[in-house]
């Protein structure tokens, strides 16, 4: 089997990943830190990527090209932005598109006009590998999820919206699921999902809410992170189980 690559974004995103690691070995290259090893029966690579569009689309680059990995799945909190989500709750992305690329509400060409390595037009949404979502249905009801401020986490799948801001506006977080239905909004999924896209690899992006977006979000981020993040790779490991 092909090794499965796992990235998050901050430190607490893959503590637990790396703590569970088998036959780990550390390796620095590119300005970066892998982790290679086994979790469960499958092999995998981890790393952290650092915070932002810049950091996932360079580290995935590094990545793609120095290890052979046949799907990249993300891990990480995010901002909920869906009306009925608490933080806690997670968001397994169908897709993943940005936020802040030039003007999403003028004109859908414009943001269309990335071009990928084949001089092709980029979609808007970025689509999440179909069997990687459907491994992730599958598990979820055997994973138990940490209640995070008393509440017991729901998993919801919907596109997930990027930008390189943390988002804690009531108005713009409202803003992000009236006119896109996205569902939370992070800073590094479409990074990582334009470059695995234009390099054929399969990915799939899976969040847990810190916070809502909204004018306590870093609040509840400083609060919330640490559990969020934690179960996020709860899910990811369930899903490495089954592969
Ligand atoms: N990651 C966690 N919470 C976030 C927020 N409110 N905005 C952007 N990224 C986040």
Redesign the pocket.
């Known amino acids: 089997a092909q090794r499965i690559a796992i990235v998050g974004a901050m430190p607490e995103e893959i503590k637990l990943l790396t703590d569970t690691l088998k036959q780990k070995k550390i390796i620095k290259k590119d300005g970066l830190v892998y982790y290679k090893g086994k979790i469960h029966t499958q092999k995998v690579v981890i790393l952290k990527s650092g915070i932002g569009k810049v950091n996932a689309a360079y580290s995935t680059t590094k990545l793609i090209s120095r290890f052979k990995v046949s799907k990249i799945i993300f891990t990480g909190?995010?901002?909920g932005v869906h009306p009925e989500s608490y933080p806690g709750d997670m968001v397994v992305a169908t897709s993943v598109f940005h936020h802040d690329y030039a003007k999403h509400l003028a004109d859908q060409y414009i943001v269309r006009a990335t071009t990928n390595l084949e001089g092709k037009l980029n979609p808007l949404y970025f689509k999440s590998d179909s069997l990687l979502l459907l491994l992730a249905k599958s598990v979820i009801s055997d994973i138990s999820f940490e209640k995070i401020n008393e509440h017991k986490p729901q998993v919801f799948f919907g596109k997930i919206a990027t930008g390189d801001?943390?988002?804690?506006n009531t108005e713009k977080a409202k803003w992000l699921y009236r006119e896109f239905d996205a569902f939370a909004?992070?800073?590094e999924g479409a990074a990582l999902g334009q470059i695995a896209f234009q390099n054929h690899i399969p990915f799939l992006v899976i969040r847990s809410c810190?916070?809502n977006?909204n004018n306590q979000?870093h609040v509840d981020?400083n609060e919330f992170?640490k559990p969020a993040a934690d179960n996020a790779i709860r899910l990811v490991m369930g899903i490495l189980d089954k592969m």
Do not use: N, Q
């Open positions: 909190v995010a901002g801001v943390f988002l804690s909004t992070e800073m810190s916070d977006a979000a981020f992170k």
